[in-house]
């Protein structure tokens, strides 16, 4: 078993991002700029965007968070949305999911000027990803595209089942794996919560990815001997021994389907950095389409 490591490949896309941004600087151009909105005090929520600010730091991106309070009206949220699409200084800016029960997500995604909707979750992008048109591809769909691309893992041909059906996660991953381009051209099954004998799908996978949300939820019995396993779960869970008092856990038990398969990601480690590699591929991305 070899461990896809997600940061070691992370790590070499943010020092070309950093190696582009000297360039432009060189040459007098733009530096690309994220903007980051995030209601509330959601400790997980707080970790990513922490994450995402920290790496625009190391790249030499600019960045600017906007901080909310919980009980922060939609409209105001809307207004914000608006004043950020009209803001020629932000390239691409992301609002940070999920969000209080108030407030309209749809409505809000909805709301950003797909040309800076640096996460891909907005319709217009959504379909052009679909129909294979220049776009924003979503970050972590994306981000687990560009691990198995840059570890030469084989795609072609092989079955893929994804379990969870998401719109962040697992349909749009659905739809590239399933392209016609490698990494891509695999034979794909969306699994979800009313789907029959999962157990016997999931043992037919060449390629297995977990996205639903529930720790080590995949056990050894489900994976076939060889299989590429995918975790994107990073559920919290208590843990007295560590000073802040948990942990995170994927939707794979790591050590008995480890001894099974050929490829597996690590959480923490594997996915999430991907996933915020991409988002700031696409932040350079935003800005390059501008002609900047
Ligand atoms: N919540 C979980 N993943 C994501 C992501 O990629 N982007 C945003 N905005 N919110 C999220």
Redesign the pocket.
């Known amino acids: 078993m070899k461990i896809l490591d997600g940061r070691a490949t992370s790590e070499k896309i943010r020092k070309e991002l950093s190696e582009a941004v000297q360039e432009r600087k060189k040459n007098g151009k733009k530096i690309p700029h994220l903007a980051a909105v995030l209601v509330g005090n959601d400790g997980g929520?707080m970790t990513?965007v922490g994450a995402k600010v920290k790496a625009c730091d190391q790249i030499g991106f600019e960045s600017t968070l906007i901080r909310y309070d919980e009980s922060v009206p939609e409209e105001i949220l809307l207004a914000k949305i608006h004043a950020l699409n009209e803001d020629k200084s932000i390239d691409g800016f992301?609002?940070?999911?999920?969000l209080p029960q108030h407030i309209d997500e749809m409505k809000i995604t909805q709301a950003i000027d797909p040309k800076k909707d640096v996460?891909g979750?907005h319709p217009v992008n959504l379909g052009n990803m679909i129909l294979n048109l220049p776009g924003f591809l979503?970050?972590?769909p994306a981000g687990i595209v560009e691990l198995l691309k840059r570890n030469n893992i084989e795609t072609e041909g092989k079955n893929c089942v994804i379990i969870g059906r998401s719109n962040?996660v697992g349909t749009p991953l659905s739809l590239l794996l399933a392209r016609n381009s490698n990494p891509g051209n695999c034979t794909v099954t969306l699994a979800h919560s009313k789907t029959k004998n999962l157990k016997e799908l999931c043992l037919s996978a060449d390629i297995l990815v977990a996205a639903l949300g529930k720790p080590e939820f995949v056990t050894a019995d489900m994976v076939k001997e060889g299989a590429v396993v995918i975790d994107v779960g990073t559920t919290r869970v208590e843990d007295a021994t560590r000073a802040r008092g948990w942990r995170l856990k994927g939707d794979v038990k790591f050590d008995e389907v480890a001894e099974k398969c050929s490829y597996i990601t690590p959480v923490p480690g594997g996915v999430g950095p991907m996933?915020i590699a991409s988002?700031m591929i696409n932040t350079l991305k935003a800005m390059e389409l501008k002609g900047k």
């Open positions: 929520s990513y992301i609002v940070q999911l999920p996460d979750f979503p970050a972590t962040i996933t988002l």
